[in-house]
């Protein structure tokens, strides 16, 4: 390691000290959206893997220390605009009660620090290692609903090509040794992170070529998503081989942690064969940077104290959008008629409830008109914060694991209200009797969203604009709309579903209307 006087240090010990006060300002700063990372990592088998990530930075940068001292730090001036844009991107996060988006901005906040107080020059050293934060942000959930369809896909191709029979609706099917879903746990998600994190990581500390990096980190999101495949359709085999002996509870899970196991370390084991030896350091040239002047040590404290007021505004701004502590309760009630024809039918009960979590106010309610039934479901949502917002991951018309009810069907049909034409989202459910599995009755379901009047079945759409209110000085206050009756019919339950809302959708703007802002 070449020699180093005081002289030459000088910089770095004006710049490091900055560095550690902005990066400790920041964790301060945003502590509770650190901390709901943290909750994350713990509960979530999924994200358990970025407990490790902060270690794993820290020791890369460390690999890099004797290049960091032989390049000379720097505060630079270009970095604040992208410092507050992640300040802004978290503020809309919170304004929006999206936890992916506040987490996201706040470690990209953390990686700009270095850059902003010791310079690109110093920061494209450590590249990799700050990029490599990013692994700990639990983000990825939203693509399981796409992974698990694709599996059911594929494993039922697989079946039917092995020559086995095989009835299809939705994420579930059966096969002449009994009945299989497709639920959460079969996504592969959790094996598509843990596969990219270690991907990375690997590829950055065996390749030195870009193209070798970017082909084994292609690998690593290929080969967990075609293994999940193979895992989902070799455990439906064992279980049918084996007249459902095997391959079933604990087994299932082991079985097929067992089986990404010895596909992944294959991989790693395959992708070591063409390892590239680390390039030799050679003499690092002596570190001859100028010390610190007073002009760069103005710049430093300048680019420094200003980040800091940067990460702070989004916090100053938001104290203006919170809402009091003293939230009145509100209480939703139907009336007997929505409109002349249908009238609440109160001789029966809804056969079923959408698992919304800890709305405001809701109502679930049956409608009939002679011999037309329909059920409406009105989830209210009034000042919406991590736990209790209407678009959300958690909420859904039911569950994966739901007993009672599985979805079986999904879709759109255009309705028109009033003046205009929207897209409602549309889903089949069966319900299930018994542990035999035999289905009774099934239902069509229409959903949409009401914003403030607005209404929309686009969960981006209904975010963002609940966000525009809020930044417009207005309410966030809204609704999921859910309509469902007895599908023996379809083109029939569609027209009963039409006539409903038709006929009742007025009354329900106002009902939601005279909620909102009380």
């Given amino acids: 390691m070449p020699r180093v006087t005081a002289q030459t240090v000088s ?57 960091l001292l032989s390049r000379t730090p720097e505060a630079d001036l270009s970095v604040l605009p992208f410092m507050g844009g992640f300040g ?9 009660s999206v936890n992916a988006l506040t987490q996201l901005a706040l470690v990209a906040m953390l990686v700009l620090t270095v ?111 075609v293994a999940n495949w193979m895992r989902a359709y070799l455990i439906v ?87 009091s502590e003293n939230k009145p309760t509100v209480t939703m009630h139907l009336s007997n008629s929505l409109s002349a024809n249908w009238e609440i039918d109160r001789e029966h009960f809804p056969v079923f409830k959408p698992d919304f979590k800890n709305p405001t106010a809701e109502v679930n309610s049956l409608y009939r008109n002679h011999d037309l039934s329909v059920g409406l479901y009105l989830g209210f949502y009034q000042h919406q914060t991590l736990s ?12 994966s694991q739901d007993v009672h009810w599985t979805q079986v069907a999904v879709g759109t049909h255009s309705v028109g209200l009033g003046l205009r034409d929207i897209t409602v989202k549309t889903s089949v459910l069966k319900q ?3 542990q ?3 289905n009774s009755e099934r239902l069509l379901v229409w959903q949409f969203y009401w914003i403030g009047g607005f209404v929309t079945s686009n969960d981006y759409l209904a975010k963002g604009y609940a966000v525009f209110r809020r930044l417009t000085g207005r309410d966030d206050d809204s609704a999921v709309i859910i309509i469902y009756a007895n599908d023996k019919k379809t083109e029939q339950t569609t027209h009963t579903l039409l006539s409903f809302l038709g006929d009742n959708y007025a009354a329900i703007n106002s009902l939601l209307a005279m909620h909102a802002n009380n």
């Fill in 11 to 67: 910089p770095w010990r004006q710049g490091l000290p900055w560095l550690i006060g902005l990066l400790f300002w920041t964790v301060l700063m945003y502590r509770q959206t650190g901390f709901s990372m943290v909750q994350i990592w713990a509960r979530s088998d999924t994200f358990a893997h970025a407990f490790f990530v902060l270690p794993i930075s820290l020791w890369l940068i460390w690999r890099q220390r004797e290049l």
């Fill in 88 to 96: 802004f991107l978290w503020f809309l996060g919170t304004l929006a």
């Fill in 115 to 225: 850059p902003a107080v010791l310079g690109w020059h110093v920061t494209r050293a450590i590249l990799f290692p700050l990029g490599f934060l990013f692994f700990s942000v639990p983000l990825g959930e939203f693509l399981m609903p796409q992974l698990m369809e694709w599996t059911a896909n594929v494993t039922v191709f697989a079946l039917r090509l092995t020559g086995i029979p095989v009835y299809r609706e939705g994420l579930q099917f059966i096969i002449s040794s009994g009945q299989w879903s497709v639920v959460e746990a079969c996504s592969g998600i959790r094996y598509l992170i843990a596969s990219m994190t270690v991907g990375a990581l690997f590829s950055y500390l065996s390749f030195n070529s870009k193209k070798r990096q970017l082909l084994f980190f292609s690998l690593s999101i290929l080969v967990p998503v």
């Fill in 237 to 323: 085999m064992l279980g049918h081989l084996s007249g459902n002996k095997l391959a079933a509870g604990v087994d299932h899970l082991i079985y097929g942690w067992i089986f990404f196991g010895v596909v992944i370390f294959s991989t790693f084991i395959i992708g070591a064969r063409w390892t590239e030896s680390e390039p030799m350091p050679g003499h690092l040239a002596p570190l001859s940077f100028a010390p610190m002047t007073k002009i760069s040590g103005l710049k430093t404290k300048l680019v420094t104290l200003t980040a800091a007021t940067l990460v702070s505004l989004p916090h100053l701004a938001l104290g203006a959008y919170e809402y």
């Fill in 388 to 399: 209790r917002k209407l678009v959300s991951s958690s909420n859904a018309l039911v569950p």
């Fill in 432 to 434: 299930f009797l018994g």
């Fill in 436 to 438: 035999g599995g035999s």
